[in-house]
T-cell receptor, first 113, second 116 residues
Framework: SQKIEQNSEALNIQEGKTATLTCNYTNYSPAYLQWYRQDPGRGPVFLLLIRENEKEKRKERLKVTFDTTLKQSLFHITASQPADSATYLCALDRGSTLGRLYFGRGTQLTVWP | EAGVVQSPRYKIIEKKQPVAFWCNPISGHNTLYWYRQNLGQGPELLIRYENEEAVDDSQLPKDRFSAERLKGVDSTLKIQPAELGDSAVYLC??????????????FGAGTRLSVL
């Protein structure tokens, strides 16, 4: 079965620094990898998607990398702000018509002023 | 445009009682998902629908869980009877399709179930 590990349950950083979250996976190689943000009491919200043949994807202060050799994705938030505090989930999509996303347990990010 | 709507937001029941959750997906989204999220964990798929057909229900505990998506729009997830271990957040999501960009999923706020 697919196993996804997100580097730590919690990450605390100072405002203005870059937050780096890690997602490692085993077994199946995903065709796509997605990152979601989840705030307390709410459902996950989609942030970024990266394909297996893409090395990097950017959106404003967010950057995602995808290394299929290492079986790892890194998620970066530059110039972090207290409003970025949330839980971030990575999710693997094996492609084809399977449709299932395999979610990691998430990393809770806290950005303090 | 309205997002995915779920109700109720909270439900407290005693064990062995039945419970039902309702989901209205984003208009035009043919694919609908029910997930269960335990505290401190990521969402885990229970069932996926393509229109009104359940195409992936391998993770659904069929002895007590059932789901339906009549007319390929709204969906209902039912538990009967509920057990203490069913306490969790039940999330509904919808997407345009099953892979790639079409598999970007839009989630409702979830129903938090507490079984006493």
């Amino acid at each position: 079965s697919q196993k996804i590990e997100q580097n730590s349950e919690a990450l605390n950083i100072q405002e203005g620094k870059t937050a780096t979250l890690t997602c490692n996976y085993t077994n199946y190689s995903p065709a796509y990898l997605q990152w979601y943000r989840q705030d307390p009491g709410r459902g996950p919200v989609f942030l970024l998607l990266i394909r297996e043949n893409e090395k990097e994807k950017r959106k404003e202060r967010l950057k995602v990398t995808f290394d299929t050799t290492l079986k790892q994705s890194l998620f970066h938030i530059t110039a972090s702000q207290p409003a970025d505090s949330a839980t971030y989930l990575c999710a693997l999509d094996r492609g084809s018509t399977l449709g299932r996303l395999y979610f990691g347990r998430g990393t809770q990010l806290t950005v303090w002023p | 445009e309205a997002g995915v709507v779920q109700s109720p937001r909270y439900k407290i029941i005693e064990k062995k009682q039945p419970v039902a959750f309702w989901c209205n997906p984003i208009s035009g989204h043919n694919t609908l998902y029910w997930y269960r999220q335990n505290l401190g964990q990521g969402p885990e798929l229970l069932i996926r629908y393509e229109n009104e057909e359940a195409v992936d229900d391998s993770q659904l505990p069929k002895d007590r869980f059932s789901a339906e998506r009549l007319k390929g729009v709204d969906s209902t997830l039912k538990i009967q009877p509920a057990e203490l271990g069913d306490s969790a957040v039940y999330l509904c999501a919808s997407s345009l399709g099953a892979s790639g960009k079409k598999n970007i999923q839009y989630f409702g706020a979830g129903t938090r179930l507490s079984v006493l």
